[in-house]
């Protein structure tokens, strides 16, 4: 069973670690089928052999949605994703590259249209099997409060 966490129950500096996800070239072609996203640096390895990275590279967004992805694990029917602020692609991630997610609760405050509801800020960082971060943002979780205001 699912159990609920409230706005009251969540901690500021609580992290929680996903496992690692390896992308393959099947993840890049399919996600390009799906966006119409079909630029070189994606989907043409010989043009990509010319260009700084020297092979091709996933989509920022495909990188996204792995790390968005392996992060939610963690259900909480009293809570519902407001979106995302602060997106960054720091590096770039390349076919056989294996990403893990961590998250940090950032920020609390009250939601300012929702009384009964508090706004909780994540930091979500996607890193590579060398550690190195390659994405972070912010996930803003709306979550409702225990006592309604």
Request: charged content about 25%.
């Amino acid at each position: 069973m699912i159990q609920p966490r409230y706005f009251e129950d969540y901690e500021i500096g609580s992290v929680r670690e996903s496992l690692g996800r390896t992308l393959t070239e099947t993840d890049i072609v399919l996600h390009a089928g799906q966006t119409g996203d079909f630029y070189p640096h994606h989907m043409d390895a010989d043009w990509c052999r010319q260009q700084e990275f020297k092979q091709r590279i996933a989509h920022g967004t495909l990188v996204f949605a792995v790390a968005v992805g392996l992060t939610a694990g963690d259900v909480n029917p009293e809570a519902f994703t407001y979106g995302y602020d602060r997106l960054r692609f720091i590096k770039p991630v390349f076919i056989g590259d294996t990403l893990r997610a961590r998250v940090t609760l950032k920020e609390k405050r009250p939601a300012s249209k929702r009384p009964d509801y508090g706004l909780v800020v994540e930091l979500v960082e996607a890193f590579n099997q060398r550690n190195e971060t390659v994405l972070a943002c912010e996930h803003l979780l709306m979550v409702k409060k225990r006592q309604a205001a």
